[in-house]
């Protein structure tokens, strides 16, 4: 009976300790930055092009081009939670190691934002990757994945078949985001 007891009250205790992470990380969020992951595609384009498969790099370069575009115009048009800027997934270890000067940040239009100072405030990473979940996946700053229930992903396929485009996901994780800082507020305001 004592050991059910001690069980059911670290059980309330970490739910308690999830709780207070994610409306964190939802202030800093909405105060801070998200920053968004790119794909490259490099590794592949590179193997393409020494095996001399010059079409398929090319085709794969202005693939991911294109998905790149749609990330960022699908951000622009429907997230507007906090900032946003972009930068690419061969940066990756900067940002984990805090080396932010060797990290190139791009704003809407993948241009870069010489301006951009991510030291000044608290950031978010976002990225659509398929690691067995294909969709937006949302990192802290150590990459490692927010405790629900902050809404930490978006599946990107709607049924078996069909998949939902970037605008859909960005607008239902943003949509997600707003009812959550909402949810939270209201119960800090009934406190």
């Known amino acids: 009976m004592f050991l059910c007891l001690f069980n059911f009250a670290l059980t309330a205790q970490s739910k308690l300790e999830k709780i207070e992470l994610a409306n964190q990380a939802i202030e800093q969020l909405r105060?801070?930055?998200?920053?968004?992951?790119?794909?490259?595609?490099?590794?592949?384009?590179?193997?393409?092009?020494?095996?001399?498969?010059?079409?398929?790099?090319s085709d794969l370069k202005k693939e991911q081009y294109l998905r790149n575009k749609e990330i960022c115009l699908a951000f622009k048009e429907e997230y507007d939670f906090s900032e946003v800027y972009f930068y690419y997934k061969a940066y990756k270890k900067f940002l984990l190691n805090d080396d932010f000067n060797k990290v190139v940040f791009y704003n809407d239009k993948l241009e870069i934002d010489y301006d951009f100072d991510i030291t000044t405030q608290p950031f978010y990473v976002a990225t659509f990757e398929d690691y067995g979940k294909l969709g937006l996946h949302i990192y802290d700053k150590q990459l490692q994945t927010?405790?629900?229930?902050f809404p930490n992903y978006e599946k990107e396929q709607r049924l078996i078949f069909f998949k939902r485009d970037a605008f859909e996901v960005v607008s239902s994780w943003n949509e997600k985001l707003h009812n959550f800082l909402a949810l939270f507020e209201y119960r800090k305001n009934k406190k």
């Open 146 to 149: 927010i405790a629900k229930p």
């Open 31 to 57: 105060d801070g930055v998200l920053l968004v992951e790119l794909d490259s595609r490099y590794g592949e384009i590179f193997v393409l092009q020494k095996y001399l498969k010059q079409q398929m790099a």
